[in-house]
């Protein structure tokens, strides 16, 4: 008997509905068994605040943190070590009300030590004007490559500002994978081709919240307003895996160095994207992306080398690499605080 005769007929409202619903299923289904025993880590023990000194606040546990943007300056906390390859992951939860402007970021990076070769892994989460959803994209560099983006943006299944969602980035020899609340969203798998694209040099976890008004909402369209200042981003359950390395000290062979710790990286249970959470991946990229620098075509006539090109998925984009349907998208450009990098901006405020 098929699920839908089970129950009943539908009309198309209804059906979009249970589509909806057996969506979120298969994501519960792949959350309720998976990263059951990460370890974390209170805030004094692993990091220590970037900037906003102030606008960083510590719960008295040192398990939560509040980072805060007031009209003085935003704010940003760092881990106190680097690592050659991890897994980094937190509980975030978002800014509500009239966001627009506002960019959060969760992120590995070297840019403070290789500043012209650096290698970077982005979740960064983009504010909205009133009523309206965040959205966010993920990112990586490698070798100083900011010439050569590699972004993906995406819509969320839920309010992030309700409750907090777990985020997290594993990075490996062989592969990243970028995760929200255990459902993986995004793998990208290391190809020779990629070179020293593919990041690999000790980075650090980085937490931030800035004023992104020239480009996080609409292309620069929509400003930060500081009438709904502070906007407050909140943090708890900090985990973090990886061997601790001095990029500066020489090492004759790191990856012997830290193969215990690659082993251990490798063996856990995130490392591995199962059938079912392979499954869960598929639906959310078919439900909630609506742009892939992989299908920007005139961004990028040959796909770069670590692009799995899926048939089904191409046929919804366009050469643009945005939907076909589903939004009002415009070409911009932006700049980041952290580098430069050409963008087509496809984040109307709608």
Not at 11 to 32: H, Q, R
Not at 68 to 83: A, E, H, K, P, V
Not at 294 to 308: F, G, I, S
């Amino acid at each position: 008997m098929s699920l839908l005769r089970c129950f009943g007929t539908f009309p198309k409202t209804g059906i979009f509905l249970f589509l909806s619903l057996l969506l979120l299923s298969s994501f519960a289904v792949v959350t309720a068994a998976a990263f059951n025993n990460l370890t974390t880590l209170p805030f004094h023990a692993a990091y220590s605040p970037l900037f906003g000194d102030s606008n960083v606040v510590r719960s008295s546990d040192g398990h939560r943190v509040r980072l805060l943007l007031d009209r003085y300056t935003g704010s940003g906390f760092i881990s106190s070590n680097m690592y050659q390859y991890g897994f980094f992951s937190a509980n975030i939860k978002l800014p509500s009300d009239y966001t627009a402007g506002v960019c959060v970021a969760f992120y590995t990076s070297n840019g403070d030590v290789f500043e012209k070769t650096h290698d970077e892994l982005d979740f960064e989460f983009l504010g909205n004007i009133g009523g309206k959803p965040w959205r966010f994209q993920t990112n990586l560099y490698g070798n100083g490559s900011t010439h050569r983006g590699r972004e993906e943006r995406y819509r969320l299944w839920f309010d992030p500002t309700k409750q907090f969602h777990r985020y997290s980035i594993l990075w490996s020899p062989t592969n990243i994978i970028f995760y929200i609340d255990e459902v993986p969203i995004r793998e990208v798998v290391r190809k020779e081709a990629m070179g020293k694209e593919y990041p690999s040099k000790p980075m650090s976890l980085y937490a931030t919240i800035w004023d992104a008004s020239s480009w996080a909402t609409s292309g620069g369209q929509y400003k930060v307003n500081y009438k709904y200042a502070p906007f407050v981003a909140e943090f708890k359950d900090l985990s973090l895996h990886g061997c601790s390395v001095d990029p500066i000290q020489e090492v004759p062979d790191v990856d012997e160095v830290c193969s215990d710790d690659h082993a251990y990286l490798i063996a856990q249970d995130y490392a591995t994207i199962t059938p079912l959470r392979r499954l869960a991946m598929r639906r959310f990229r078919q439900r909630y992306m609506y742009y892939s620098y992989c299908y920007d075509t005139l961004r990028y006539p040959v796909p770069l080398p670590e692009c799995v090109i899926d048939p089904t998925e191409q046929q919804r984009f366009k050469e643009t690499g945005r939907l076909k349907f589903g939004g009002s998208h415009r070409r911009h450009s932006r700049r980041r605080s952290r580098n430069v990098t050409p963008v087509d901006d496809s984040d109307e405020a709608e």
